[in-house]
């Protein structure tokens, strides 16, 4: 306890600051304007102003998963919170801990429609891990406090703290972050050992096992990464990892396969198919990754490793779940197969190898290089991956096709490097979430993989990023539609693009000189080295704008309602298999 | 492989505002069933609260819906007391019947049956209180239909493991 009794407004901040907090993303507005009065008398906290409230949110989100810290949001009432709620949702939905605090009206106002005034924990309930309405200023350090614990502890999130005016301005008493715990909220972090047990008995007989990594290994940490990567190579088996897992196993170890799933490598899936163990890891067996479900994987048996209990049986039954964390639970797991050391069967193991082989000499990644004329889209995130692979860069994207391509042609060695929105699929997530990442990583290469579509859902952030002159690079595959709406189009509705094109696009060269970033734009393959090597070698924000081949299609591909081992390879056979009719339903 | 199962479920929460919001949402958000659900503060010391919730679905959908719950954060405990062994449940209802002469008369021997109390009357009314399992509530209620049944007011269903064990 402190001595003197001290305002709300200063309470957070002092709250803020004993959480170690070094950077706020957030933008003013009457309810918050006592933290703001706070904010403009230390300097221990950052602050980025950000051009819109989502944007804040997505840059937290990327400060916190490149860097394993939690991201720290601050809106105002009404409009500032409601704007939040898609960062929010995208955070819950990604795992990603985000504590955001956002305004209110005074307490004797809430409830009468007062101005500036929503219902925010009503609101964000269900698009929160959790959340507060602080009404009591002496309640409000310890709240903001478990905030922090709740929002990176078990499976992170996002938590929200409502702060009412009045509790901004009245004195109250501060208490630091020592018991800043919750009164029953622990989660597992230990599995059941005979759970464990039964886990190393299964690898050890396994015959065609296979690992499936999610983002909860890299939510763990690098060390649990690290686990996981001894592991697969302890067990000598293949290792395919969801969109959001990448970089939790280095994509250069001869054991990986690539992603998996609906854009995800031929052999990945296959190996899914038709492998006898699954070992998930930190994964949620999500729609993206199954498939059809009453034909995933129909011969395996499945072990799965997760710290939510609420994940483990909720799409596919395993056989062996085992809650607690990934990183507690992989040491678990490799001491129990170490001691006694248990050697895979090796003729099994070499044929179960050897059928990945041919599944991987089906080259499913392969396009068009014929042309000289046209950029094809993947070949443009070819030659951005070759050219900055040494400068250890961090990747951001927006979502769609350009997401689905980055994910298959670049390659993450480490955690921490790949930023995307997969749960909620956010376009607009990657420029602030760019953003995000170089204010937590000065120094670092930063880009946002883009697509012309997503970018300018919330473009208006090159402002921010002229502001604080963060050098972040926006690489744009701009083909002018909405390229996965439009491929869904060409698969489901006849080819009929509704709306996908975007006619009035603005010349990004243009634009980016409008707020203060180098312009660029290439048209020719021959070109686009030169232009990255321009774009990288930069020192402040660049936008550069590449015009790809516009009816590109992304594959390999699993159309929704078929199962792994039904890929579409590309345009040939997405006209020899059209989609069943309960894959139509489905999104 | 999808056959629906009744559970009675017990939940431990910290009586705070928007808890019973959270487990409701909960339940609608994700499309689970709730038959009936009831709460109220059980220990003002430690301000919980105890929900009861009656819901049905398949063993996969149980089961999801008890770890959903149990990953609230101000939820504490969550039992199945369906899964848990035997329990007792009850439920309440004040069940108002309007009418005069035979059935009257009728609804009154009736109620004395069931061990429905009156515990409010007109010469044209009754309105009974009656406690027990839910089908005998049914039964009751179905009964007083052409007696005059007026308005029914029902608490949904409270349980508790039977023996000395507690949670």
Redesign the interface.
């Known amino acids: 306890m402190s001595a003197e009794p001290i305002c709300g407004a200063d309470i957070v901040i002092k709250a803020l600051v004993d959480q170690g907090v070094d950077v706020v993303f957030g933008y003013p507005g009457g309810a918050v304007l006592p933290i703001y009065d706070s904010l403009f008398k230390q300097n221990s906290l950052r602050h980025i102003l950000v051009r819109q409230e989502g944007g804040a949110v997505h840059a937290a989100e990327g400060y916190a998963r490149s860097t394993g810290r939690v991201g720290v949001v601050l809106v105002t009432s009404g409009p500032g919170a409601t704007n939040a709620v898609t960062g929010l949702t995208d955070a819950l939905m990604d795992s990603v801990p985000v504590v955001c605090l956002t305004g209110q009206v005074p307490t004797h106002l809430i409830g009468n429609d007062a101005f500036q005034e929503a219902d925010t924990?009503?609101i964000t309930?269900?698009c929160t891990?959790?959340?507060y309405?602080v009404k009591d200023v002496n309640e409000l350090a310890r709240i903001l406090h478990e905030a922090f614990y709740?929002a990176k502890s078990?499976?992170p999130g996002p938590v929200v703290v409502d702060l009412p005016k009045d509790v901004l301005f009245a004195l109250g008493s501060y208490a630091g972050p020592e018991q800043g715990t919750?009164?029953?909220?622990r989660p597992q972090l230990e599995a059941d050992p005979a759970r464990v047990a039964e886990a190393a008995a299964l690898i050890a007989t396994a015959k065609r096992p296979l690992f499936y990594g999610g983002g909860g290994i890299v939510n763990s940490g690098p060390e649990a990464c690290a686990r996981f990567t001894e592991l697969v190579r302890l067990v000598d088996a293949p290792c395919t990892l969801t969109l959001m897992g990448l970089g939790a196993f280095p994509a250069s170890d001869p054991h990986f396969l690539g992603m998996v799933g609906m854009h995800g490598l031929y052999e990945s899936n296959m190996a899914m198919h038709d492998c006898d163990l699954m070992i998930a890891v930190g994964s949620r067996f999500d729609d993206r990754v199954t498939g059809r479900l009453n034909a995933f994987s129909p011969g395996s048996k499945k072990i799965h490793i997760d710290i939510?209990?609420?994940s483990?049986?909720?799409n596919v039954?395993v056989d062996v779940p085992l809650l607690g964390d990934c990183g507690t639970v992989l040491a678990a797991l490799i001491a129990a197969l170490k001691e006694p050391l248990r050697r895979p069967d090796g003729a099994a193991r070499q044929s179960w190898w050897r059928q990945v082989d041919a599944w991987r000499g089906r080259d499913c990644l392969r396009y068009d290089r014929s042309r000289s004329d046209l950029i094809k889209p993947q070949y443009a995130i070819e030659r951005l991956y070759a050219l900055t692979r040494d400068r250890d860069p961090f990747i951001t994207t927006e979502v769609g096709q350009h997401q689905m391509w980055a994910a298959q042609f670049f390659k993450f060695e480490r955690p921490y490097h790949w930023m995307t929105s997969g749960g909620l699929g956010t376009m607009g997530y990657g420029l602030p979430a760019a953003m995000g990442v170089q204010v937590g990583h000065p120094d670092a290469l930063v880009i946002d993989i883009a697509g012309e579509a997503s970018i300018l859902m919330n473009i208006q952030e090159m402002s921010t990023i002229a502001q604080y002159r963060l050098p972040v690079k926006a690489f744009i595959l701009n083909n002018q539609y909405m390229g996965m709406v439009r491929q869904w189009q060409e698969l489901l509705h006849g080819g009929r693009y509704s709306e996908s094109y975007t006619a009035a696009l603005p010349d990004f060269v243009k634009l980016a000189e409008a707020f203060g970033a180098k312009g660029m734009r290439v048209e020719r393959p021959a070109e686009l080295d030169d232009a990255i090597r321009a774009m990288i070698d930069a020192p402040g924000a660049v936008v550069l704008d590449v015009a790809v081949d516009e009816m590109e299609n992304c594959f390999p591909m699993i159309p929704s309602g078929a199962a792994h081992n039904e890929m579409l390879l590309g345009p040939r056979d997405e006209a020899a298999r059209p989609v069943s009719e309960e894959g139509m339903v489905l999104v | 492989m999808s056959d629906t199962e009744r559970h009675t479920i017990a939940v431990l929460v910290d009586n705070e505002p928007g808890i019973l919001a959270r487990v409701v949402g909960l339940f609608s958000g994700r499309g689970y069933n709730i038959e009936s659900l009831t709460v109220a503060e059980v220990d003002r010391i430690n301000n919980l609260s105890r929900i009861t919730v009656v819901t049905s679905g398949t063993r996969m959908i149980i089961e999801q819906i008890k770890a959903q719950l149990s990953r609230l954060v101000p939820v504490h405990k969550v039992h199945d007391l369906t899964d848990e062994g035997p329990y007792v449940e009850r439920e309440m209802a004040l069940i108002k019947v309007v009418g005069k002469g035979e059935a009257r008369d009728e609804c009154l021997r009736l109620a004395d049956v069931f061990r429905a109390r009156v515990v409010d009357s007109t010469t044209e009314s009754f309105v009974f209180e009656m406690t027990g399992s839910a089908e005998k509530l049914n039964a009751f209620i179905t009964l007083m239909e052409p007696l005059g049944l007026a308005e029914v007011s029902r608490t949904g269903a409270v349980a508790i493991a039977r023996g000395a064990g507690s949670f």
């Not at chain 1, 919750?182 to 909220?185: A, D, G, I, P, S």
């Open positions: 924990t009503g309930r269900p891990k959790h959340n309405l709740v078990g499976r919750h009164k029953t909220y939510d209990p609420s483990l049986n909720k039954r």
